[in-house]
C-alpha cells in the first residue's frame, strides 16, 4: 500500500482546463517565452563548452540511480554522520507532519520569525501557510521567491518562482507592497534588486532562525549543500543561531567526491552559467562559525510511493535544474500555474502524479506535446517522454472500468511510442490524415479529433496538429547540416 | 512505527522488485588538460567574465596592489592569520576579527572590505573555495562587508571542479564564490549585485 504525498502538489482544475485560462493571458505568454528563451540559449553556450558533457550526464544519471537503490541504506548513514556532527535529525511522514516538526522548532527557540531560502520543498509542503497559521512570519529572501510572496501569488518555474512576471510588473509589486519602497523606483533590474537588497538587509542581520531546503546531502557526510546567486542563502546559512533544513530524501548523493558530477551539471542546466555566483556546504554544527543548532528534516510527501514504481523511480533522480520547464513548449505557453502544483513543466508532469497518486492528478502526464526535447535537455538523463507514456497507462488503468477503450488504446500508444520508427511513421500518417483539417483551420494549430491511432490523445483533450516536420525528423535533416557546419568550423569553447 | 521506521519500511516494500546494481561510469575529465601555466590566465578570464575585478601582482608587490584597491580609510576587515605583510602598505583603520572578541554584524555591516586568502581557486569554473582555513576566517566576514578582496597565489589554483573538491575536506564549512553576488529573476538575465558582496577583487600573485 502506498502512502501518497500532501501539500501544494495539486490544483483546483485538470489541466487542461487551467491551461486555456492561463492562454488567455497574452502578457504572461510574452514574459515566458522571453525568459526561457534567453535562459535556454545561455544554458546550451556553456553546456556546448564542456567537451565531457555526455559523460557527466552518464556519471549523474547512474549515481542517482544508484542511490534509488540503495536510498534506506544511504538515509541511515546519512542520519548517523549528520548526528555525529552535531545535527539533530527529524524524520516526516508527509507535508503535515513536516510542517508540525518545523513549526515546533521555531516555537522551541522562542522567535516569533524566520527568515528563509528559497525552497521548491518548503513550497511543496506549504510551509510558510502552516508558520503563518502558528503566528510566525516566514520571510523569502530570495528575490524570486519575495515577489511572490509580495504579490501573494504562487511560485511557477522551479528556479525563478517569479519567471511569469515582467519587469514592469516586478517594479508595480514592489511599488505597492514592499515597505519602504520609494515611488520613484524604476523597472531596471539593477534598482529592484538594490531595492530588494535594502529592504533584507536588517532583517537578516537581526534574524534569529533561518529555514532552508538543501540541493544535495551527502550520505556519507551529512553535509548538505545550498546553490544559490543572490547571496540571501548565505546570509541565512551564517547568521542565524537556529537552522532547519527541509530535505526531500531524493536529494541524497552517496558520498563527498560525487558532487564533482552534479556541481558542473546542476549550474549550467540551471542558470546557464559555469558555476553559480555561491555555493555552501555544511557539516551540523562548526563551533564559532554559523549556526550553533541545526536541525534536518528528511521528508517522504510521496517518494517512497514514487519509488515503488520500476519506471516511474527515474523521476526521483531530478536535481530540479529547470532545464526541462525551459525547453518545453507546452510549458512555454501554459505557464506554471496550470499545472496546479509547485512543479510544473517535464518534470512536474511526471513527479506530481506521483507522489499525489495518479488518480489525484490524472491529466498531468497529457501535459506534454511528448516531443522530447526535455529527454535531450535533462542532465541526469531522465527519460521524462517515457515516463509521462507509462504514467499515461497508469491513469487510464486507474479509471479501468469505465474507460477499458481508452485503456487499449493507451497501451498501443505507448507501443507505438516506445519506438522511434513506428512513433514517426504513425506521426506521419496523422499528419497525413489532418492536412485537409490544416487548410480548413486556417491559422489555429490544435484539433480536438486526431485519426486512430494517436486519437487515444484526443478523445479527451485538444491535441496541436502535427507539425510539419516532427522534432525527430527536424533532428534528422539538420543533424548533417550542423555536423558538416561543425567539421568546417574548429569548434569554440574551452581554452585550456 | 514512529516517522524514521515507517518512512524505512516505505522504502525497503518500495524497492521489493529488486532493482539491479548500478555500475557508476567515471569516463568524464578529472584532470584538467590546461598548460599550468596558463591556469591563471584561465580563471582571470572567467573571473572577468562574471565581473569580478581581477589583478596582477608579484609576491614583493603584493601590499602595494592590496594597499591601492582597498579604500584608503577604511575600515578594513581582517581574519585574525591574515599574513602581516599584506597589509605592510596600509593606512587606513584595520577590524581584526578573532575567536576573543568576534566582531558583530552592525560593525561588519558598516565595513568598507574585507581581505581574505582563500584554500583553492577553480580555473575552469572561475571559483574561489574558501573553507574557513589561513587567511579566511568565519564564513560572515566575506558576506556581510559589500566589498570582497581575495588574494590567490597562483600555486593554488587547479583546473577543474573534481581537482578543486579533492583538495576539501568534507566537514569543514565550505563557501564556493565565483564572481561577486547576483540574480537571474528578473527575466531571466543575470544583474550583478545582490545581498552578497557587490564587488569582488581577486588579487593574483605569481
Ligand atoms: S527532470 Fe531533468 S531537466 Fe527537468 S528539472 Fe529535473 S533534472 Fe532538470
Known amino acids: 500500500m502506498n502512502a501518497y504525498g500532501t501539500g501544494h502538489l495539486y490544483g ?29 540559449d545561455r544554458r546550451e553556450e556553456v553546456v556546448d563548452e564542456v567537451p565531457d558533457w555526455e559523460q557527466l550526464r552518464e556519471s549523474g544519471q547512474a549515481i542517482k540511480a544508484r542511490v534509488a537503490r540503495q536510498l534506506p541504506e544511504l538515509l541511515e548513514r546519512f542520519e548517523a554522520a549528520a548526528v555525529e556532527a552535531g545535527a539533530t535529525v527529524h524524520w516526516a511522514r508527509d507535508a503535515d507532519e513536516a510542517c508540525r516538526i518545523v513549526t515546533g522548532l521555531v516555537k522551541d527557540t522562542g522567535a516569533s520569525e524566520a527568515v528563509k531560502i528559497k525552497s521548491m520543498t518548503t513550497q511543496e509542503i506549504n510551509l510558510n501557510e502552516a ?24 511560485p511557477s518555474h522551479i528556479l525563478v518562482p517569479a519567471i511569469h512576471y515582467n519587469r514592469e510588473e516586478i517594479r508595480d509589486i514592489f511599488r505597492q507592497r514592499m515597505p519602504g519602497a520609494a515611488d520613484t523606483l524604476s523597472d531596471a533590474p539593477e534598482e529592484l534588486a538594490e531595492a530588494a537588497r535594502t529592504h533584507l538587509r536588517r532583517r537578516f542581520l537581526s534574524a534569529r532562525v533561518a529555514i532552508s531546503g538543501a540541493n544535495f546531502a551527502v550520505a556519507d557526510t551529512g553535509t548538505l549543500v545550498v546553490v544559490e546567486s543572490e547571496g540571501n542563502g548565505r546570509m541565512c546559512l551564517t547568521l542565524p543561531e537556529t537552522l532547519i533544513s527541509v530535505v526531500g530524501i531524493d ?4 558520498s563527498f567526491a560525487d558532487l564533482e558530477v552534479f556541481l558542473q551539471l546542476l549550474p549550467r542546466s540551471s542558470t546557464g552559467e559555469r558555476m553559480n555566483p555561491y555555493t555552501s556546504m555544511w557539516t551540523g554544527v562548526t563551533p564559532g562559525d554559523g549556526p550553533q543548532r541545526t536541525h534536518i528534516v528528511l521528508l517522504d510527501n510521496g517518494r517512497s510511493a514514487t519509488l515503488s514504481d520500476p519506471v516511474g523511480r527515474q523521476a526521483l533522480s531530478c536535481i530540479r535544474c529547470s532545464a526541462c520547464l525551459n525547453v518545453c513548449p507546452v510549458y512555454e505557453r501554459a505557464g506554471g500555474h496550470a499545472y496546479g502544483s509547485v512543479y510544473p513543466g517535464p518534470i ?17 502526464p497529457y501535459a506534454s506535446t511528448l516531443c522530447g526535447a526535455c529527454n535531450d535537455v535533462c ?8 515516463v509521462l507514456v507509462h504514467l499515461r497507462g497508469r491513469a487510464v488503468d486507474a479509471k479501468r472500468d469505465t474507460l477499458s477503450a481508452e485503456r487499449i488504446a493507451m497501451r498501443l500508444l505507448s507501443w507505438i511510442m516506445s519506438d522511434p520508427r513506428r512513433y514517426g511513421r504513425a506521426l506521419r500518417a496523422a499528419r497525413r490524415g489532418t492536412a485537409p483539417l490544416a487548410a480548413l483551420l486556417g491559422g489555429r494549430r490544435t484539433v480536438r479529433h486526431l485519426p486512430w491511432p494517436l486519437s487515444a490523445w484526443t478523445s479527451s483533450r485538444d491535441a496541436p496538429l502535427p507539425a510539419a516536420e516532427s522534432f525527430q525528423e527536424w533532428w534528422q535533416r539538420t543533424r548533417a547540416e550542423r555536423e558538416q557546419a561543425q567539421r568546417g568550423n574548429p569548434s569554440k569553447g574551452e581554452t585550456s | 512505527m514512529n516517522a524514521r521506521e515507517e518512512v524505512l519500511a516505505r522504502l525497503r516494500s518500495a524497492l521489493g522488485d529488486g532493482p539491479a546494481e548500478v555500475a557508476v561510469p567515471r569516463a568524464y575529465r578529472r584532470t584538467g588538460t590546461c598548460d599550468p601555466d596558463r591556469l591563471a590566465e584561465l580563471l582571470a578570464d572567467r573571473l572577468v567574465d562574471y565581473r569580478a575585478g ?3 601582482s608579484s609576491q614583493d608587490g603584493l601590499a602595494e596592489t592590496l594597499s591601492a584597491l582597498l579604500p584608503a580609510e577604511g575600515p578594513l576587515v581582517v581574519p585574525p592569520d591574515v599574513p602581516d605583510r599584506w597589509l605592510a602598505a596600509y593606512d ?15 560593525t561588519l555591516d558598516g565595513a568598507a572590505s574585507v581581505l581574505t586568502g582563500c584554500a583553492t581557486a577553480i580555473a575552469q569554473t572561475g571559483t574561489l573555495v574558501l573553507d574557513g582555513g589561513t587567511a579566511q576566517g568565519r564564513r560572515l ?10 588574494v590567490v597565489p597562483v600555486t593554488d589554483i587547479v583546473d577543474t571542479v573534481p581537482e578543486g573538491l579533492q583538495r576539501l575536506a568534507p566537514t569543514r564549512p565550505l563557501t564556493l564564490i565565483s564572481g561577486p553576488s547576483a540574480t537571474s529573476d528578473i527575466e531571466l538575465s543575470r544583474v550583478e549585485g545582490v545581498h552578497g558582496p557587490r564587488r569582488l577583487d581577486v588579487v593574483l600573485v605569481r
Do not use: M
Open chain 1, 12 to 40: 483546483p482544475a485538470r489541466f487542461e482546463k487551467a491551461a486555456r485560462v492561463e492562454l488567455a493571458k497574452p502578457q504572461l505568454r510574452e514574459n515566458l517565452r522571453h525568459a526561457t528563451h534567453t535562459i535556454r
Open chain 2, 141 to 150: 566576514l566575506t558576506l556581510i562587508p559589500d566589498h570582497h578582496v581575495c
Open chain 1, 379 to 386: 542532465p541526469v538523463k531522465i527519460d521524462i517522454a517515457d
Open chain 2, 92 to 106: 587606513g583603520q584595520v577590524l581584526v576579527d578573532s575567536d576573543d572578541a568576534p566582531l558583530g554584524t552592525g
Open chain 1, 251 to 254: 536529494k541524497l548523493v552517496p
Open chain 1, 348 to 364: 512536474g508532469a511526471i513527479i506530481s502524479p506521483q507522489l499525489t497518486g495518479v488518480g489525484e492528478n490524472a491529466s498531468l
Open chain 2, 54 to 56: 581581477v589583478h596582477w
Open chain 1, 131 to 154: 508558520l503563518e497559521s502558528a503566528g510566525i512570519d516566514a520571510y523569502e529572501t530570495d528575490l524570486a521567491e519575495l515577489i511572490v510572496q509580495l504579490a501573494e501569488d504562487k
